[in-house]
């Protein structure tokens, strides 16, 4: 492997944003897909979040290659969903971005639990980024659940079928420093993630579905 399995990414980050500073679409996207391959090296203990973002990301390349020129900006789907009062939906690409930029916001704090911690296991990278990032937006059931995930046998086993801390962070190396590359992801990725929830909040609190003081950034799974 020429880089590392991070190099994808943080090339594609280059080009996110326009002249102007807006997120573009389909770049953001593919920066997000460039993600999934580090997510196999987990093996079945990331299935779930690999499946959510990979669903998320089909979601909204759809709404995308419906007609690229009008969705050419990430938020112009949302823009458009809010006049259509259509926004509010399950289905909705509003909140597929909503919950794409959640999970990669998990994502974001594991990679950098790695780094920061290496005398951490794996499990407990991932519990703690969880508690930093998915589970305050996720319902009672919902947290209930994934916290459950992540202390049953079942999660145990996933875990060990995973490569070891060490072992898994020479997998992802490749011919270039990883550390490094996960740090310059980290630092590059995470303003794109805050830029998107400044945005869903500063929007949907301008609008009839929710109280003046509340955004879509608030939302809470069911």
Known sequence: MEGTVFTPSLQGSKNVKSESGVILTKPFLEVCKHILPVLDKFGSAMSIVKNDIGGNITRLETKYASDPSKYEQLHSMVKVEISSKTAKS????????????????????????????????????????????????????????????????????????????????????????????????????SPLLAENHRFLVAVYSRFVYFQASVGMDDLKAS
Not at 109 to 126: G, R
Not at 140 to 167: G, N
Request: proline share 3%; net charge negative; hydrophobic share 40%.
């Open 90 to 189: 399950s289905s909705s690409c509003t909140n597929g971005l909503l919950w794409l930029t959640r999970t990669m916001d998990f994502l974001v704090a594991l990679f950098h639990n790695l780094v920061q911690h290496p005398d951490w296991q794996m499990s407990q990278a991932c519990s703690d980024a969880y508690s930093k990032t998915l589970k305050k937006w996720h319902g009672w059931l919902a947290s209930s659940s994934f916290s459950e995930y992540l202390t049953i046998p079942e999660f145990q086993v996933a875990i060990k079928l995973a490569p070891d801390r060490k072992k898994f962070m020479e997998i992802i190396s490749g011919s270039g420093d990883i550390n490094a590359d996960i740090e310059k992801f980290c630092a590059t990725f």
